[in-house]
């Protein structure tokens, strides 16, 4: 394993992270949205992308094929959906009273404003993933 590791070869290592953390972040996130009773319809969309996301993760460890096609395609998604939703918890923070002149207060009580960009950096893992050489 290190001497994949140290020669690069994590292509399985990485579909696997991918798909071991896709997982408990979609649970995390319909937990959250459920509690913001999903109020808007972007809400769903990191909902409906995990399953997909877990399944080529989870395919990207058995088949060299689909981390280099089905994961890549999905990651996409999954990356820009995360940057979307940057945007949209900003713009959540910002329309509670006081917006950005009450920050600590609108932080904290308004949807999580970087909470989103989890999702950039597990979809960027599955972007990675078709990259680098498999493991031997």
């Given at each position: 394993?290190?001497?994949?590791?140290?020669?690069?070869?994590?292509?399985?290592?990485?579909?696997?992270?991918?798909?071991?953390?896709?997982?408990?972040?979609?649970?995390?996130?319909?937990?959250?949205?459920?509690?913001?009773?999903?109020?808007?319809?972007?809400?769903?969309?990191?909902?409906?992308?995990?399953?997909?996301?877990?399944?080529?993760?989870?395919?990207?460890?058995?088949?060299?094929?689909?981390?280099?096609?089905?994961l890549p395609i999905v990651s996409t998604l999954y990356t820009l959906d995360g940057l979307i939703g940057v945007y949209t918890h900003l713009r959540g923070v910002r329309r509670k009273p006081g917006g950005l002149q009450e920050p600590l207060y609108n932080l904290v009580m308004g949807p999580p404003l970087l909470a989103p960009g989890s999702l950039a950096l597990i979809g960027a893992l599955g972007l990675v993933a078709p990259l680098v050489p498999r493991e031997r």
């Open positions: 394993m290190l001497a994949n590791i140290r020669a690069g070869r994590v292509q399985r290592t990485l579909s696997a992270m991918v798909a071991g953390a896709a997982l408990p972040l979609g649970g995390e996130i319909w937990l959250e949205h459920y509690r913001g009773s999903f109020g808007d319809k972007w809400m769903w969309t990191p909902i409906a992308l995990t399953p997909p996301l877990v399944a080529a993760g989870v395919a990207g460890v058995f088949s060299e094929r689909a981390a280099k096609t089905a």
